[in-house]
């Protein structure tokens, strides 16, 4: 109970409120000095209720948000912000690992601690397939093609928000965009190298054998190479335009 009321407090007074609420706090805090217990009760009850209706807003506009993105073009492609979390969503902020996937896998596993079920048999197809696609709509795996021009970027290995990864930056505009150094999960499932190192999938088959080609990148080093597809990797998606 005690978690539930710091919560709730936290985000009402962290949140731009309306003139209506601002009213009503007001009244709170007037009628908290009085002794009536009944007017304590009565305006207690009503902040809980705005409150309350503040906090659903705030994530429902969250999760309406976690479904559209602007998106940036570098080197001509549009490329979102974020990193795809679980399958039709993207990442809050740019800094979050979002989720690892296999290669032409739907299935979402998380960047943090350890995972139950893990599927260690080999993915198959010649390319990532729509109905796999974990990207949001409007959205898709990028091609070999795709990956491979942010490597023609200025790359910087930086932090965001205590976060290590990297910027990849447009040479003739300017504009850019961060991917996190998520790490990545071995053919076990076992986390590694978070922090460290940033995997990124693309749509592409190597000789439809078991390695598809993924954008890799530590602090020093930016390359496209091919690797195993069981491995769990972050997807960064581009515009279906």
């Not at 479904?67 to 993207?90: E, L, S």
């Not at 592409?204 to 993924?214: E, I, L, P, Q």
């Amino acid at each position: 109970m005690g978690v539930f009321w710091r919560d709730l407090k936290t985000k009402i007074f962290s949140t731009k409120i309306s003139l209506f609420q601002e009213i009503f706090l007001f009244l709170f805090l007037k009628f908290i000095k009085t002794k009536n217990m009944k007017k304590r009760y009565i305006s207690f009850c009503l902040l809980l209720a705005i409150g309350t209706a503040t906090v659903y807003a705030n994530e429902g506009i969250d999760e309406a948000a976690r479904t559209i993105d602007q998106g940036v073009v570098i080197n001509g492609v549009r490329w979102a912000t974020r990193n795809v979390d679980a399958p039709g969503t993207f990442a809050y902020h740019p800094e979050n690992p979002g989720m690892f996937y296999q290669w032409n896998r739907k299935i979402g596993w998380r960047a943090t601690r350890n995972v139950r079920g893990w599927d260690s048999s080999m993915p198959t197809g010649d390319t990532w397939t729509r109905a796999n696609d974990p990207c949001p709509a409007g959205w898709r795996v990028p091609t070999q093609a795709e990956i491979q021009s942010l490597d023609n970027t200025y790359f910087q290995w930086t932090n965001v928000n205590d976060i290590s990864g990297g910027w990849f930056t447009d040479k003739n505009s300017g504009n850019n965009i961060f991917l996190p150094a998520a790490g990545w999960r071995n053919r076990s499932g076992t986390l590694g190298n978070a922090g460290t190192l940033g995997y990124y999938w693309s749509n592409t088959s190597v000789d439809g054998g078991t390695r598809a080609r993924t954008l890799n990148f530590g602090s020093t080093v930016v390359g496209v190479v091919g690797t195993n597809r069981v491995l769990g990797f972050s997807v960064r998606c581009v515009s279906d335009d």
